[in-house]
Nanobody, 128 residues
Framework: QVRLVEFGGGSVQAGGSLRLSCISSEGTFGGLCIAWFRQAPGKERETVAGIDMLGTTKYANSMKGRVTISKDDDKHTVDLQMDSLKPEDTGVYYC??????????????????????WGQGSQVTVSS
């Protein structure tokens, strides 16, 4: 299993933007599928977006149209660009992996139960 670390969270006013990044302890994501999730206080963790090893993306309705997930092959990160943020977007954002570095994860799923390698999370706070 890989260790994942998220960074880039912070505080922003409503309407602002943040970019989160996820890195792996292996320095690459290889054959993994990666997804971003979020958990607001007192609520269940929900899927935001995912990307497979080929770069195919999928977005959940939670933030669709306001987020973009992408891979940066130079920096070896999976990024989540978040725009037009709202106070209800406040929460802890996690990246998670499905599969193995040497495997082949095609066709990203938004099913949280399929992801078994999780980062510690990064706090995002949006003020009104």
């Amino acid at each position: 299993q890989v260790r994942l670390v998220e960074f880039g969270g912070g505080s922003v006013q409503a309407g602002g933007s943040l970019r989160l990044s996820c890195i792996s302890s292996e320095g690459t994501f290889g054959g993994l599928c990666i997804a971003w999730f979020r958990q607001a206080p007192g609520k269940e963790r929900e899927t935001v977006a995912g990307i497979d090893m080929l770069g195919t993306t999928k977005y959940a309705n939670s933030m669709k149209g306001r987020v973009t997930i992408s891979k940066d092959d130079d920096k070896h990160t999976v990024d989540l660009q978040m725009d037009s943020l709202k106070p209800e977007d406040t929460g802890v954002y996690y990246c998670a992996a499905q599969g193995t570095i040497r495997g082949h994860c095609y066709g990203v799923t938004l099913d949280r139960s399929k992801y078994n390698q999780w980062g510690q999370g990064s706090q995002v706070t949006v003020s009104s």
